[in-house]
C-alpha cells in the first residue's frame, strides 16, 4: 500500500499538494483515490498529485487517479499529476489519463 501523507497546502494561493509513494495497485487504488477525493474537501483550485515517490503504478492502480478527477470536476477543482517517473506516466498514458487532462483540464505535467 502506498504512503499517502496529509494533503498540504502549497505555496501557490489555490492548491493543495498530495505527493504519493510506493505502490499503487489494485489493493491500494481505493484507498488511494479516496484520498484524492478527501484532499479536495477544501475546495482548491488545483489539486497537485506529486508522483516522485511512486515506485510502480499499475493499470489497476490509475483507477484511483480517474476517481480523483471525477471528484476534481464535481468540485470545479483541477488535477494536475506531477513528477510522475517514466513507468507512471507510460501508465497514466496508457489508460488516457494524460490526454483527458491535457485535454480538458487545460495542463497536465509529468516529470518535471
Not at 476534481?72 to 498514458?93: D, E, F, I, K
Request: hydrophobic share 35%; no cysteine.
Amino acid at each position: 500500500m502506498p504512503h499517502l501523507p496529509r494533503p498540504r497546502r502549497s505555496r501557490r494561493p489555490g492548491t493543495v499538494v498530495v505527493r504519493l509513494r510506493g505502490r499503487i495497485d489494485a489493493r491500494s487504488a481505493e484507498h488511494t483515490g479516496r484520498t484524492l477525493a478527501d484532499a479536495l474537501g477544501t475546495s482548491p483550485n488545483i489539486l497537485e498529485v506529486d508522483l516522485s515517490g511512486v515506485e510502480h503504478l499499475s493499470a489497476d492502480g490509475t483507477g484511483a487517479f480517474f476517481t480523483g478527477l471525477r471528484a476534481a470536476r464535481s468540485r470545479g477543482s483541477r488535477l494536475a499529476v506531477t513528477h510522475a517517473p517514466p513507468q507512471a506516466a507510460m501508465m497514466l498514458n496508457r489508460v488516457g489519463l494524460l490526454r483527458l487532462l491535457s485535454a480538458d483540464e487545460g495542463h497536465g505535467t509529468t516529470g518535471s
